[in-house]
């Protein structure tokens, strides 16, 4: 079981950054899932926009290539999401999310936080 809990929405200007944060909680530090950042703003589906493999590769949704940026602290417990040079397009509800075996952009993810609220004003 995973536990993962997000914190860090708000309202942005657009050109603005935000951090996102999500606590994760394995029950053990030797399972080690595959972890993603998921939005989905309303109306429309979810979108995976980054993903750590457990081995620390990183994977990003082609609509934030270049000013989002996924990142694990060393103890494992903290993923991040580093959002630069924001969109109001950006706009979503975000999702910290974990998997133990299929991992990537297009999984189907087995454990979800409750998610964050990100507002991005034109």
């Known amino acids: 079981q995973v536990r993962l809990v997000e914190s860090g929405g708000g309202t942005v200007q657009a050109g603005g950054s935000l951090r996102l944060s999500c606590e994760v909680d394995?029950?053990?530090?030797?399972?080690?899932?595959?972890l993603a950042w998921v939005r989905q703003a309303q109306g429309d589906e979810r979108e995976a926009v980054a993903l750590?493999?457990?081995?620390?590769?990183?994977f990003y949704a082609d609509s934030v290539k270049g000013r989002f940026t996924i990142s694990l602290d060393a103890a494992g417990n903290t993923l991040h999401l580093q959002m630069n040079s924001l969109k109001p397009q950006d706009t979503a509800n975000y999702y910290c999310a974990a998997n133990f075996r299929d991992c990537s952009l297009q999984s189907d993810f087995a454990f979800w936080g409750q998610g964050t609220q990100v507002t991005v004003s034109p």
């Open positions: 750590r493999w457990s081995g620390g590769a990183t």
């Open positions: 394995t029950g053990s530090p030797y399972n080690r899932p595959c």
